[in-house]
């Protein structure tokens, strides 16, 4: 019999690809549907969500862009901790004893001295932007919860994932999507980047979908744990292997809109903690990553 899933955030980049996980016959879990529209920040909508309850709720629904958490933090709070607030409240309420997965971000440590990379769990946070301050503060209300509670709950800190059907405000679905309309003629060979001489440890969706599910699995309750690739790349060379792989040559033009000011040049995380726990470790390479991204965004720019 297989074991039931509750997400939040189904229509997002992960839970799309949760979705196409769990639809195969050989998947462990079977998804809850949702029959009703929901919103997080009504605690009303949240009351006749589950006809049957879940036997695991993984809570990926939130308010992730990091410019909008700056223009407005007072909404990606009330989305980010007072929604999680609403759904834990929700799920007692209906009587939910199951295992909790609050995906949290590797945003929450903040800026980490390069002598202190790679980033372990037990790196403290110190979040510098809004959206980071939300999520850890959803993350202790989490692991209060389970201690209050007695229910098994987990915290997840991914750090950068890429994949298809990303939204083009992430860095490199704006650079793939560009690089797929220069390869159509749409657009002449020049790409607009913003700061592209930092490191960042990207790790495809796919094997964060997988690390979500071996937490399920085999977390340890009150756990924190990083979901990384364990390893940094520039995103100038996920560029250029971009447009190797389309064969387009390229010009990078840095456009001033795009540029944040990045105070963390280096970001690279441990993953130690969550393989020694469940065995997960990654397995797709980024150069599977970036044909797949090509190929989804040369589809979507036909489309647009």
Not at 95 to 122: H, M, N, R, W
Not at 127 to 148: D, H, I, M
Not at 245 to 262: F, I, K, M, S, T
């Amino acid at each position: 019999m297989k074991k039931s899933l509750f997400v939040t955030g189904l229509s997002g980049f992960v839970g799309q690809h949760i979705q196409s996980r769990l639809q195969g016959d050989d998947a462990s879990w079977r998804l809850l549907p949702c029959d009703s529209p929901y919103d997080l920040t009504k605690p009303d909508s949240l009351t006749d969500l589950w006809p049957q309850l879940p036997d695991a709720v993984i809570h990926l629904a939130g308010q992730t862009f990091v410019p909008e958490a700056f223009r407005d933090p007072a909404r990606t709070f009330d989305i980010n901790l007072l929604g999680t607030l609403n759904l834990l409240q929700a799920l007692k309420a209906r009587g939910f004893k199951g295992t909790f997965l609050y995906v949290s971000s590797g945003d929450v440590y903040g800026q980490v001295e390069e002598s202190a990379l790679p980033i372990t769990e037990l790196q403290p946070p110190c979040p510098r932007n809004p959206y980071a301050v939300s999520k850890l503060s959803a993350e202790f209300l989490s692991l209060q919860w389970g201690l209050s509670e007695g229910w098994p709950v987990l915290v997840a800190r991914p750090f950068n994932h890429i994949g298809t059907g990303q939204k083009e405000s992430f860095v490199i679905a704006s650079a793939a999507r560009q690089i797929s309309r220069i390869k159509q003629g749409l657009q002449a060979p020049q790409l607009e980047v913003g700061d592209i001489d930092v490191t960042r440890d990207f790790l495809d969706v796919g094997d964060v979908v997988s690390a979500y599910f071996a937490l399920l699995d085999k977390g340890t309750p009150g756990q924190v744990y990083n979901i990384c690739s364990g390893h940094e790349q520039s995103i100038r060379s996920l560029i250029e292997q971009l447009g190797d792989l389309a064969e387009v040559e390229l010009q990078l033009v840095q456009d001033p809109a795009r540029l944040r000011r990045a105070d963390q040049r280096r970001v690279c995380g441990s993953h130690q903690r969550l393989t020694r726990t469940t065995g997960w470790t990654p397995q797709i390479t980024t150069q599977q990553s970036l044909r797949a991204i090509l190929s989804d965004w040369e589809t979507r720019v036909r489309q647009e």
